[in-house]
């Protein structure tokens, strides 16, 4: 029998850790080198600085976790997730009285699901340390790479971040490279393949608040939340907006979407931002008290969005870029995520299918061979989806900051402001 594949997976985030899973499922040697250290670990400094991201999950990142060979990350998903039947809008009716519009996604009940980007992401390194063919390598920076002689250059940066390393040079078969908008994996292969790349920041920022779950009796579980637990909460701002995403311990995670010169009036006026939401977000300082609301908007960062478009995805049989790596997106379709989940279904089901149709030649040559084929056939499939979806998200947040608004509700204002 030959020997198995080396396989470096580039980045431990959702997309990465479940390219590692496939592989491992396959039999692959497979080698998970991450920037960070161990996200389980409390001490990690999170992604983004903020407590973590709580994201929609639909039914294309489920599907693609379903065909990963383990129940247990379902299982997990499904344990620990809220369903979202759709969106409640946030207004102030004509007397000033708050009113709420829920807008189902579904006419047959199907929902996405609120899931904490962190607890899911750590879940899959779980199952990942049970598999005996899965290394990990934390606090590894990838450098370079060459992609003909498959050969990476990482940055050992030793548990605290701050060594100025050690370079280690690993050798590999096939690398999958997700490690996110900022990869390092695609920049190195832009030296091999020449790629199409086109990349822009829009002119919104974010920042994180959160709402409170209310103390209640231990058995009172669904009274904890303050607003439905079932929705994605909007406060639609017409040029911005305000939104809200139930976690199952009944707190919320909230994210403020705003021009950045927005921002920029509010930081040289912070007082001015509970009435900034007053007169905006309706509601909201009942349910975040404007201390707080001032304390995150302090202490917590003010992240840009980035939209990234690239094309192809691969090199011969030795690289793929996976998940925001290849198509990092705006939020406001919530896809991001579930598109790089996606990617991973996609990428294997191919490399399976040209595994299959040659199944009889199984020696290193010939598993190359066949992998180049199907990464050719992967960057030619996935480029058009994932640019169509880059631009739905893009195109989403009219949407959801004023499209979201209901006729009557928009004919009603028309009315007051003529
Ligand atoms: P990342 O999550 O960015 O992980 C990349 C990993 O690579 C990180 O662990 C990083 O430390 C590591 N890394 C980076 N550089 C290197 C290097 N040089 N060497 C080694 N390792 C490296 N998506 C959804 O599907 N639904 C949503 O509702 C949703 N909401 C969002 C809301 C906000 C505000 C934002 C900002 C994003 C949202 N997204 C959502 C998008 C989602 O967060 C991303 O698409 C997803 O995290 C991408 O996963 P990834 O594994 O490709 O990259």
Redesign the pocket.
Known sequence: MSKPQKVVV????????LAALYSAQRGYEVHI????SD?RDPSTVP??FTKS?N????ER?INAMRHSGSSKLLDHVFSTTLPMEGRMIHTKGSKGELEEEPQSYDIHGRTVFAVD?ADLNGRMLDILEEAPNVTFHFN????TADFKKCVAY?ENRGPDQTDPGSTVNVDFDFMMG????????RNQLMRFVRMDYQQQYIDTL?CEFQIQAKEVKPDNSMGRFRISPNHLHIWPGGKFMFIA?PCSDGSFTC?LFLPAAEFALLELNPTGLPGFFDQNFPGVTELIPPDKLMDSFDTNPH?P?ITIKCTPYHYSSSVVL????AH??V?FY???????LEDVRMLFSIIDKYAEKDFENTDHDSVAHQRASALEEYSELRTPDAHAINDLALQNYEEMRAGVLSPTYRFRKWLEES
């Open positions: 580039v980045g431990a985030g959702p997309v990465g850790s080198y991450e920037l960070r996200l992604l983004n991201i994201l929609a999950l639909s990142g980007r590894h920076k990838l450098l990482f997700a490690d996110g908008a900022h990869s390092a994996a974010w995403i994210t992240l969005l996976l998940g925001d790596a990092a997106m939020p919530g896809q991001g995520m579930n598109a790089g």
